[in-house]
């Protein structure tokens, strides 16, 4: 079974709208962490957002906001006001602290954003 | 934040020869690092998990002595692509972090092989 899993492959938005990217997850680990991240052209891996499975309050970033959803195991990424530059592949990743080895982190498929002028 | 550099970010190889490229955190200290592999609009894929001063741990189907790994001190780590073939190349890319909330990433190494 997918771990970590992006239903929507490519997706418009329109410049300074907002846009929600989805995220659900399937871990039996008690103890674990969600990463979102930014992956324009050139390939580098941006950090965006960090939420841990005990946190109490959703994460927020500036412009990025987790909506995070433990009993439904979704970690939506929310982006404000999209900006040309948003454009890029965003891919959501899980740790599990407890019963995974070695802190690796598993990635969804990708959401590939597109902002429209 | 860390800062984890990874050289080279382009190269070329001809078939048959082999391809070592380098993943160094800079300002920490890194016991575990991992290296992933990326297909063109694909997402990526651990390959294996590289451990300072011990063997490497291997994902199920990559082939240890096609991918060697080398983690000999807190900082560095290298992928080395033996024997390389058009069908290795690919988007490899390394990860390290000090801490459970984090994953800081180098800058990906694009491979062709000719």
Same mark, same amino acid.
């Given at each position: 079974?997918?771990? &970590?899993t992006?239903t929507?492959p490519g997706?418009?938005?329109?410049?300074?709208?907002?846009?929600?990217? @989805?995220c659900?997850y399937?871990?039996s @680990?008690?103890?674990?962490g969600l990463?979102?991240y930014?992956?324009?052209?050139?390939g580098?891996?941006i950090?965006? &957002?960090?939420?841990g499975?005990? @946190?109490?309050? /959703?994460?927020?970033?500036?412009?990025?906001?987790?909506?995070?959803?433990?009993?439904?195991?979704s970690?939506?990424?929310?982006i404000?006001?999209?900006?040309?530059?948003d454009s890029?592949?965003?891919f959501?990743?899980?740790?599990?602290l407890?019963?995974a080895a070695? /802190?690796?982190?598993?990635?969804?498929g990708?959401?590939?954003?597109?902002?429209?002028? | 934040g *860390?800062?984890?550099?990874?050289?080279p970010?382009?190269?070329? $190889?001809?078939?048959?020869?082999s391809?070592?490229i380098e $993943?160094?955190?800079?300002?920490? +200290?890194?016991?575990?690092?991992f290296?992933?592999? +990326?297909?063109?609009?694909?997402?990526?894929?651990?390959?294996?998990? %590289? =451990?300072?001063?011990?063997? *490497?741990?291997?994902?199920?189907g990559?082939?240890?002595?096609?991918?060697?790994? =080398?983690?000999a001190?807190?900082?560095l %780590?290298?992928?080395?692509?033996?024997?390389?073939?058009?069908?290795d %190349?690919?988007?490899?890319?390394? %990860? *390290?972090?000090?801490?459970?909330?984090?994953?800081?990433?180098?800058?990906?190494?694009?491979?062709?092989?000719?």
């Open positions: 079974a997918q771990k &970590i992006q929507q997706m418009f938005v329109q410049e300074k709208e907002a846009v929600t990217l @989805d659900t399937d871990t @680990d008690p103890s674990y990463f979102w930014k992956q324009p052209s050139s580098e891996m950090f965006l &957002i960090y939420q499975s005990y @946190d109490q309050q /959703n994460a927020t970033e500036g412009r990025y906001s987790l909506n995070f959803q433990k009993a439904r195991k970690a939506n990424l929310v404000s006001a999209s900006q040309l530059g890029a592949m965003y959501c990743a899980m740790r599990e407890i019963k070695g /802190n690796k982190l598993t990635f969804g990708g959401t590939r954003v597109l902002v429209k002028p | *860390a800062v984890v550099s990874q050289h970010s382009r190269v070329i $190889c001809k078939s048959g020869t391809v070592k $993943c160094r955190s800079l300002d920490f +200290q890194a016991t575990t690092m290296w992933y592999r +990326q297909f063109p609009k694909q997402s990526l894929m651990l390959m294996a998990t %590289s =451990n300072e001063g011990s063997k *490497a741990t291997y994902e199920q990559v082939e240890k002595d096609k991918f060697l790994i =080398n983690h001190s807190l900082t %780590s290298t992928l080395t692509v033996t024997s390389a073939h058009p069908e %190349s690919s988007f490899y890319i390394c %990860s *390290a972090g000090g801490r459970d909330t984090e994953a800081f990433f180098g800058q990906g190494t694009r491979l062709t092989v000719v």
